[in-house]
């Protein structure tokens, strides 16, 4: 993984951390000749990551700021097997094609699991922070027939004080993964 830090940041475009990130590209189960595409992919962290090891990238954001960090990201990492595409996903994943999606933003989530249901994904990795967005993704993915695994990671980094580390947790994230087939 490449470490936080390394990524190109711009204020208010969130990233999923390195930790997450390895959870996800994990769960993804990647192999080379696979075409992705990640619905709202914020700065780009997943991005990447997933280009790294598959054939091909469709990068999709509503957000302007999204657009222009995750492009910076893929120009500063030398990622050329992708394509970053403006826009609301539930309006383009109709004209594009790929076999596995992974889902970073849940805006018109009841749309996207329709859509990738209908264009017959089937395997599907969605991260959330909200919980309501995680039984939201789960009783969809639930509702197509997608066989779920659940998997909540609360991650805590070390913080050196006088007599040791203490650890200081950040939000969990759940990490929802939809198979079939
Ligand atoms: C938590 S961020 C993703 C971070 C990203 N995975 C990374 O590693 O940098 C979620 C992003 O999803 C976008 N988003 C949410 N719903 C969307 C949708 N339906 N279509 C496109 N983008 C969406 C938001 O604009 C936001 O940038």
């Given at each position: 993984m490449i470490p936080d830090d390394e990524f190109i940041r711009v204020e208010g475009v969130p990233i999923t951390k390195e930790e997450i990130r390895a959870v996800s590209i994990g769960k993804l189960r990647l192999n080379k000749d696979d075409v992705v595409v990640d619905i709202?992919?914020?700065?780009g962290g997943m991005t990447v990551e997933i280009a790294k090891r598959c054939k091909f990238v469709y990068a999709i954001d509503v957000d302007d700021k999204a657009i222009e960090t995750t492009t910076k990201n893929l120009k500063k990492f030398g990622i050329k097997n992708c394509k970053v595409i403006k826009g609301n996903a539930k309006e383009i994943l109709n004209d594009i094609d790929f076999n596995k999606a992974f889902i970073g933003g849940t805006k018109d989530i009841e749309e996207i699991i329709k859509t990738l249901n209908k264009k017959e994904i089937k395997h599907i990795v969605a991260n959330t922070i909200v919980l309501e967005n995680a039984i939201r993704v789960i009783s969809l993915l639930e509702k197509y027939n997608y066989n779920v695994e659940v998997v909540n990671v609360s991650v805590s980094y070390g913080k050196k004080i006088s007599i040791g580390y203490m650890m200081m947790a950040k939000n969990p994230i759940t990490i929802i993964t939809g198979k079939k087939g």
């Amino acid at each position: 993984m490449i470490p936080d830090d390394e990524f190109i940041r711009v204020e208010g475009v969130p990233i999923t951390k390195e930790e997450i990130r390895a959870v996800s590209i994990g769960k993804l189960r990647l192999n080379k000749d696979d075409v992705v595409v990640d619905i709202g992919c914020g700065s780009g962290g997943m991005t990447v990551e997933i280009a790294k090891r598959c054939k091909f990238v469709y990068a999709i954001d509503v957000d302007d700021k999204a657009i222009e960090t995750t492009t910076k990201n893929l120009k500063k990492f030398g990622i050329k097997n992708c394509k970053v595409i403006k826009g609301n996903a539930k309006e383009i994943l109709n004209d594009i094609d790929f076999n596995k999606a992974f889902i970073g933003g849940t805006k018109d989530i009841e749309e996207i699991i329709k859509t990738l249901n209908k264009k017959e994904i089937k395997h599907i990795v969605a991260n959330t922070i909200v919980l309501e967005n995680a039984i939201r993704v789960i009783s969809l993915l639930e509702k197509y027939n997608y066989n779920v695994e659940v998997v909540n990671v609360s991650v805590s980094y070390g913080k050196k004080i006088s007599i040791g580390y203490m650890m200081m947790a950040k939000n969990p994230i759940t990490i929802i993964t939809g198979k079939k087939g």
